[in-house]
């Protein structure tokens, strides 16, 4: 294993070999912008890679990731530095950074986008939206497309057309001894169908193509609030809802800390409320009627729904899960909510009330398209789950941090029970198992072995790693 002082002498090697054909940004720990470069999303992150190679086209990829493996140094890939686990960045190593490889192409006649690994949310929405076209992405604009995408990728048009994955066609692919290639239907079906899930453990992305859809302009979104008393009827209602929801309807509860400027009358700020909200990308007049259905689920301190531009829904998170901010969440899938489960997701309330750090619960509905989808289709796993369970929370004092996450590890301990699988953009530094738990037993030994021709050496392994499959002699496969 080499020293610090070992990284830092191959990082100046390397910075030194490529400078002349590089065209992008090379940044050492002395260059002014290396501090600001090496910040991601998730604030309680803060770690010194050796090199940042911020690249500008698929060239620079290739130069910076043989470099590497020439001097020794370990990759890790960055896209919109948006995990959780701040996997982007790693003590000692080498950032390939790709944020300045950000260009969107849309085809609005063929229904596809081209999009650079280096994109976040907002360009792609943005500009599939001049068309009335939109593809499956996450729920917070300035996320990375590539992350998303490699991880699965729900949003709420995935009830309606599939994950982020599903609807990828094609993909521009650094291999890991520096190659290119482009994985397709037509070219190398088994490396496209281990990225549509399988993170980055494959290749370095640098290209996504994705069948587009007609979205919007106009959604229709709800909110309704209540007191944590009537919790139990809110989730029976949750429940009911969820069951009844057509593919273009997706439906969120959530159990929370009211705070100030939240729409609740401000005697409920500093006490644990329940929330339901939908986002429907049907008629708009359907959407009218959902709304109707949040009085009717216990009495309410306040709700609305209203049409909105797609775009707006899109952008709608943003300030609640804004940068600089320390965070922590564990996640589980559900695939039935009985009122046992109801009961330990509401008993979050109490024991926040109680005196605890304060966390939230969110249940989110799956199925739809999702689910249609063959469970051995693609790399994303557990097709058939019904809910999405998330605990998360987020402060600002770093003395806080083991306070909140032991308080989120217990409230999704409680869950877990009644839980199976784990989505694999949700999991943060959680071992080997939880990262099998992601895909399943059959699921992961298909992407091992795939992992075996691709990547036999591991060198992408600064993320929910997969480990290439071995032989009895213990050589990959």
């Not at 998730?42 to 050796?50: E, G, K, V």
Request: net charge negative; charged share 25%; with cysteine.
């Amino acid at each position: 294993m080499n020293t610090a002082t070992d990284n830092a002498r191959a990082a100046l090697d390397v910075s030194r070999e490529l400078c002349d054909t590089f065209r992008g940004d090379l940044l050492l720990p002395r260059d002014q912008r290396y501090e600001t470069a090496r910040r991601v999303w998730n604030a309680s992150i803060d770690r010194h890679p050796a090199l940042i190679a911020r690249c500008a086209d698929t060239g620079d990829v290739t130069s910076a990731l043989r470099a590497a493996r020439r001097h020794g140094l370990d990759v890790a890939v960055r896209g919109g530095g948006h995990s959780i686990a701040g996997l982007g960045v790693a003590d000692g190593a080498m950032t390939i950074d790709l944020s300045r490889m950000a260009a969107v192409r849309v085809d609005p006649d063929a229904r596809r986008a081209t999009v650079q690994a280096g994109s976040l949310l907002s360009g792609l929405d943005r500009e599939t939206q001049r068309h009335g076209l939109a593809v499956t992405s996450g729920f917070v604009s300035h996320t990375g497309v590539a992350g998303l995408t490699l991880g699965g990728g729900f949003g709420w048009t995935a009830r309606k057309h599939g994950l982020a994955c599903d609807n990828l066609r094609a993909a521009e692919v650094v291999l890991a001894d520096g190659s290119v290639t482009v994985a397709s239907d037509g070219h190398d079906p088994d490396l496209l169908w281990a990225l549509r899930g399988g993170g980055g453990n494959f290749g370095i992305v640098t290209s996504f193509e994705f069948e587009l859809h007609p979205v919007g302009p106009m959604v229709t979104t709800g909110a309704g609030f209540y007191d944590i008393a009537d919790g139990r009827a809110v989730l029976e209602a949750f429940r009911e809802l969820a069951a009844e929801a057509t593919d273009e309807t997706t439906w969120v509860a959530s159990v929370w800390d009211a705070e100030p400027g939240s729409p609740v009358p401000e005697h409920y700020h500093g006490k644990p409320v329940v929330s339901l909200v939908f986002v429907h990308i049907g008629d708009v007049e359907e959407g009218a009627a959902l709304g109707r259905r949040l009085r009717r689920a216990a009495p309410s301190l306040g709700d609305m729904a209203d049409p909105v531009p797609y775009l707006e829904v899109q952008t709608s998170n943003d300030a609640f899960w804004s940068h600089g901010v320390r965070r922590y969440w564990k996640s589980h899938y559900l695939w039935d909510l009985p009122d046992t489960a109801i009961d330990a997701f509401l008993g979050r309330g109490a024991a926040s009330s109680g005196g605890g750090a304060p966390v939230t619960g969110s249940l989110q509905t799956r199925g739809g398209a999702i689910a249609r989808i063959g469970e051995q289709d693609a790399a994303a796993g557990h097709r058939g789950a019904r809910f999405e369970f998330m605990a998360s929370t987020s402060w600002t004092d770093p003395g806080e941090d083991d306070t909140r996450r032991t308080s989120t590890r217990l409230y999704a301990d409680q869950i877990a029970p009644y839980g199976r699988g784990v989505y694999v953009n949700n999991l943060g530094i959680e071992g080997e198992d939880r990262v099998r738990d992601a895909y399943g037993a059959e699921k992961f030994q298909r992407l091992t072995s795939l992992k075996a021709r691709f990547d036999p050496d591991n060198v992408f392994h600064l993320n929910q790693n997969i480990h290439p499959a071995t032989t009895p002699t213990g050589r990959p496969r």
